[in-house]
């Protein structure tokens, strides 16, 4: 029973360790250097904090298309406040903005009651849309500041062991994994999920609850855009697209369920990761970008069916 | 069938069953829920292989490997939850699976020929085969589907629970529908949890328990009594207790409430039963006063509060409401047993936002326990237990959240009778002036910590509400005397608004009834004033037409 729980909750860590031993035994055992896996690790942010409030979101049985679109409004949004103001302002405005987006999310799904595959694949465009006007569609440069080096390695006494970028994450991860379990919101979360009509007789607030899932969302959107910016060092409002896609799929491949009532933080990381290994993997293996693609989409398919396998025989 | 055998793992679900069925014949298959009545059924259809034993339809072998090999045999399943597109039409589902076609072309006409003479065979001509499926009341898709399976050829007719979602007039109908069908020689399984049905409908009747067969015999000649007997095992006594019960407070008043237009007061320590036909309203009623539907106009008010009606405003006023819609409304059935207990009420279970699985666990444990709920442990999926369980889940929520008012909308549909018999027997604890030892144990107390500006405890004092609204109504309630003189009494009893379609449930249940008819609330009246004809007439409409 044990035994069945543990395999339950983290099948998807042991996939992950299988895929990493795949590419360990094909290229060798570089690809267990520590350069190599901070180069990994640094590669999974991006994707990783946005699919913390993909989870959340998804746990709540809705989902959220805008992410990529709000990813770049954000980088857009923080090379235009460089310019002006400290980097810290700058992060925190383009978090901001990104929650502002997803509020914009919740209360068009609470209000209009509008599905929110449809009211997101609206705000997909209108973010994206947003972005290009406010950057004029150029790339917006902005000065070189420390925001620049969150995702720099840690070498020259940047960030302690680890990129800055990746403490963040982790520590927004630990968050958000006690968030889900161990508060009301969380349960409350999972409740909606599960089936709406219940959480609406035991009295949950459904529509602020939403809107609040949604705007944290957004925010984490926001800072993933504040982490793409590091990467670029410029505000480019056509980056990201299709990045929901991967978000999606990191929560899936992590147990999430796009009929919601399930999902876990930690499922998630892993399945970012997955994507992230096959990527290097693929690429330092020599293997060309299409093998890339065939066997992500495998893994993403794979892991459901599995999912769907091991639930039919409990 | 013969020595039928199933076994789950160590579980052995069917221990040599025995079941014939004549054609020309009804039998009706009764059990409790867990008796294997469901396993056989699902061997039959071809959904299970047996382990052992043998099947034969008309002498033949009859070994089915999926249900469309039933249906090839002649075997054809109505099950309790329907299964119609109802996007297509009455004629599209009739021939669903085995449509007319001609090289992959559907062949409309022969389709409503098909459709028109399995309909006539039902005798009933006069529905259009054009109807859309989802139009239909229940009853109506009911016989489209049994006009499917005769046009699918069937001879042995599986009916399982086939009146729990139709109202009185509608199961006339179908009885008079199994009769002629009957007569047609067709052979037909009727499964039921009630036995006045049995009694009515059936020639003979098997009783299954605990995977075996426990009697069986000429329903004509044997007593109600005895069947339940046989089901249970043991001889029925008081299916409905009832202990001292002393009315106190007005602790629900509506006043000319709409949608319902109804008017009654609730009192601590009564059981108000609504009665009524399906579509009459009762539950829309139910929903309104929990904040479920809007109110349009009238009053509503909980001891001492009235304000905004919405559900969580109900809950912390006291007030919880059991889903007559168990599956799709009552319980969140991926969730554990612990979360859809303890939904209502998070608070209480660890500091300012948290929630302690841990006393989560505790809390729902304490439940399992009480109401003997049958699990593997307070983090299982409430998907995965039988009906009579899951409905206790259900209700444990309303215990846990340690409610004043129960609103129960149909608490024993589709629930076996020990469960039955238990729900009973807890709503008569929760009503009476001395609690018994199982309620007991339940720290009744623990709300005043966590939440203290909820609905009075002894429904005397005026209710000190928090959350903003208390400017809407603040008048601290009058001593409202009872009816005919008597004082309150201040007790913490509970008080029960229960709606039900069983009209004997209700006599036996409740303290007073009133009857809904056509979106109408009468006035309530003792239950010992009522009959089961009584309530029929009133709820029927027959006695305002005559």
Known sequence: MKA???????????????????????????????????????????????????????????IDLSVGSIVSLSTVVVALLLKTHGPALAAFGAVAAGAACGAVNGLLITQLRVVPFIVTLGTMLLVRGAAKGLADER??????????????????GRGWLLPTGIWITVALAIVVALMLRYTRLGRHLFAIGSNERTARLCGVRINYTKFAVYTLGGALAGLAGVMEFSKLSVGDPTVAVGLELDVIAAVIIGGGSLLGGKGSVLGTLAGAAIMVVIQVGCSQQGLPNWVQQIVTGTIIIGAVALDRWRQKSA | MRGVRK???????????????????????????????????????????????????????????????????????IYQELSLAPHLTVMENIVLG????????????????????????????????????????????????IARALASGCRVLVLDE??????????????????????????????????????????????????????????????????VGLMVGRALEDLYPRSDRTAGDAILEVEELMPGSATFTLRRGEVLGIAGLLGAGRTRLLRTIFGLEPVKSGRIKIAAYSGPATPQARWRQGMGMLSEDRAGEGLARTLSIADNMTMTRLESLGP?????????????????????IRCSGPRQAVAQLSGGNQQKVAFARLLHHDVDVLV???????????????????IDELVSSEPRDGLKAVPYRYRDADHETTAPRNGLKTVPYRDGDAGSD?????????????????????????????????????????????????????????????LLMEASGARAAS
């Not at chain 2, 039998?27 to 052992?52: E, F, H, R, W, Y």
């Not at chain 2, 009185?168 to 036995?195: C, E, M, N, P, W």
Request: glycine letters at 10%; aromatic letters at 4%.
């Open chain 1, 4 to 62: 069945r729980r543990f395999l339950d909750e983290s099948g998807v860590l042991v996939g992950l360790v299988v895929v990493a031993l795949i590419f360990g035994a094909l290229i060798g055992p570089q690809f267990f250097r520590a350069a190599n896996l901070e180069l990994m690790a640094r590669q999974t942010v991006i994707v990783a904090v946005a699919a913390l409030g993909m989870t959340m979101i998804i746990v709540s049985g809705g």
């Open chain 1, 139 to 156: 790339r917006i440069e902005a000065p070189i500041t420390w925001l620049n080096d969150l995702l720099r390695t840690a070498r020259d």
């Open chain 2, 7 to 77: 076994a789950f793992g160590a579980t052995i679900a069917l221990d040599g069953v025995d079941f014939p069925v004549r054609s020309g014949e009804v039998c009706a298959l009764v059990g409790q829920n867990g008796a294997g009545k469901s396993t056989l059924m699902a061997i039959l259809a071809g959904a299970l292989k047996p382990d052992a034993g043998v099947m034969r339809v008309e002498g033949a072998p009859y070994a089915p490997r999926h249900p469309l090999d039933a249906r090839k045999a002649g075997v054809a399943m």
């Open chain 2, 98 to 145: 085995v449509e007319p076609a001609r090289s992959g072309v559907i062949q409309r006409d022969r389709m409503r020929e098909t459709a028109a003479a399995a309909l006539t065979e039902l005798g009933h001509p006069d529905m259009s085969p054009d109807a859309m499926v989802g139009d239909l009341s229940p009853a109506g898709q009911q016989l489209v589907e």
């Open chain 2, 162 to 227: 086939p009146t729990s979602s139709l109202s009185h007039g509608d199961v006339r109908t179908l009885f008079d529908l199994i009769g002629r069908l009957k007569r047609q020689g067709h052979a037909i399984v009727y499964i039921s949890h009630f036995i006045e049905e049995v009694k009515e409908v059936s020639d003979r009747f098997v009783v299954l328990r605990d995977g075996r067969n426990a009697g069986e015999g000429i329903t004509a000649q044997t007593r109600a009594e005895d069947i």
């Open chain 2, 352 to 372: 300012a936002f948290a929630v302690l699985p841990a006393r989560q666990d505790a809390a729902a444990a304490r439940w399992i326990d009480g109401l003997a």
């Open chain 2, 408 to 426: 129960l909308d149909e608490p024993t549909r589709g629930i076996d009778v020990s469960s039955k018999a238990q729900i009973y027997r807890l």
């Open chain 2, 474 to 534: 603040t008048t601290p309630p009058e001593k409202t005397s009872v009816g005919d003189g008597l004082q309150p009494v201040p007790t913490r009893a509970r008080a029960v608004l229960l709606v039900s379609s069983y009209f004997p449930e209700l006599l036996g249940v409740c303290d007073r009834i009133a009857v809904m008819s056509r979106g109408r609330l009468g006035p309530a009246r003792p239950a010992s004033e009522w009959t089961e004809h009584a």
